[in-house]
């Protein structure tokens, strides 16, 4: 909270950057308790709360932290630059499709403001679809994305692998 002065008017962010442990900790008793109760009140699911807490949460997060890792690691090794930044930075595709737009990693070097990492309409970006559902709710506002000007700025010419 310290970096980001202006969250900490907020009691609920002041309270997770506090507490942080709290929402995984209920999220995998949650998942036990529903598993149980799926046991015994549905058991032809063929499920109980041991199997609904390791696939639904420690699989799920191990594989989250391995796409999560991994965009550092391959995304500055292997891809296209299409923009001259200071590092080694790319864009994978196929990295981007796993990591649902992070793989784009090249153009967020080149403007890490941008909600959308996927600079161009044929660069998938789910996470900045889904964020595009959560504005037109209203749940969220002020997207921003990278202005055309600085898109086709700095651009390497050969865009090379």
Request: glycine share 6%.
């Amino acid at each position: 909270m310290e970096r980001v002065k202006e969250l900490a008017k907020f009691p609920e962010l002041r309270f997770l950057d506090r507490f942080d442990v709290i929402v995984p900790f209920l999220l995998a008793v949650g998942l036990f308790v529903l598993g149980e109760m799926l046991a015994t009140h549905a058991p032809h699911l063929q499920t109980n709360g041991a199997q609904l807490l390791v696939w639904g949460f420690v699989v799920s997060t191990v594989a989250l932290y391995h796409c999560t890792f991994s965009v550092n690691s391959l995304a500055h090794g292997w891809g296209r630059r299409r923009y001259a930044t200071s590092d080694d930075s790319r864009n994978n595709f196929w990295l981007a499709l796993v990591t649902f737009g992070e793989g784009w990693h090249n153009n967020h070097h080149h403007f890490p403001g941008s909600a959308k990492q996927g600079f161009y309409w044929w660069e998938i970006d789910f996470t900045y679809y889904l964020l595009r559902i959560l504005a037109f709710t209203g749940l969220i506002w002020d997207l921003r994305t990278v202005p055309s000007r600085i898109r086709e700025a700095r651009r390497v010419s050969n865009n090379s692998l």
